[in-house]
């Protein structure tokens, strides 16, 4: 009798076993860890001064080692916004600050993907991110 309840638990076991089917696709969470700034705190009508303020003019991406003895660190930083351009729409120019806000891709290059624009008219915050850019920059 002890050998049937060993058996069926040791069935019962094995179909609870599970296998490895390779490394999962990255969530948002894990993109998300790889974040260096959040623009929560931003909204339309700041001034590109109080942008600075909230976000940084630079950011850390890292360290690299000082000495050989491997006890020393600097830090390996970018200035933002990353890029700065000005654009003409309607005889109105506009500002257009691009902030690195992450890496998606360890490649040694920044793309657009990597940046968030945030436009600006007479020095107020006026929309964030691709979607207000492409709409509001369309050709008509």
Known sequence: MNRCVILGLSILLAGCASVETG?????????????????????????RAEVVTLL???????????????????????????????IEKNKKMYAVDYYLIGIKTADDTVSDDELVPLIFNNDRLIGIGWDFFNRFFAKK
């Open 23 to 47: 490394p999962a696709k990255p969530s948002n969470t894990d993109i998300m860890q790889h974040r260096f700034i959040s623009l929560s705190q931003l909204r339309t009508g700041l001034t």
């Open 56 to 86: 940084g003019k630079e950011i850390v991406m890292g360290y690299a080692l000082v000495d050989e003895a491997g006890d020393q660190y600097k830090p390996i930083t970018v200035g933002n916004p990353y890029r700065v351009e000005v």
